[in-house]
């Protein structure tokens, strides 16, 4: 399992290399792909970086976590390029390995 939060999406070789793999990436999302700026300044993921980022490594699952509260984030035909299941995380929501 690999964790990556409050993260402008760390995408050097080296942290690619580490999160290869994974059973499961948890990736912060805290922005839609329009507020890319914002996310950046802020230091924060935006959608289409975590997608790339998951693109790269190749996790069984990907769950997309620390999403913004005010802002509905929807995944759309993006995630499609993706070999594996995407999940938005919610409140209570229990992982299972």
Same mark, same amino acid.
Request: aromatic fraction near 4%; glycine fraction near 4%; hydrophobic fraction near 45%.
């Given at each position: 399992m690999v964790y990556a939060t409050d993260t402008l999406g760390e995408?050097?070789?080296e942290s690619l290399r580490w999160m290869s793999g994974a059973d499961l990436l948890m990736h912060?999302?805290?922005f839609d792909n329009q507020n890319q $700026?914002?996310?950046e $300044?802020?230091?924060h993921c935006y959608l289409r970086k975590v997608l790339d980022i998951a693109g790269q490594t190749e996790p069984r699952r990907?769950?997309?976590t620390h999403i913004n509260p005010?802002?509905?984030?929807?995944i759309g035909d993006e995630g499609q390029s993706l070999d594996c299941p995407i999940e938005i995380a919610t409140d209570g929501?229990?992982?299972a390995f």
């Open positions: 995408d050097d070789p912060e999302c805290n $700026k914002w996310a $300044k802020t230091g990907l769950l997309l005010i802002a509905e984030l929807e929501l229990s992982v």
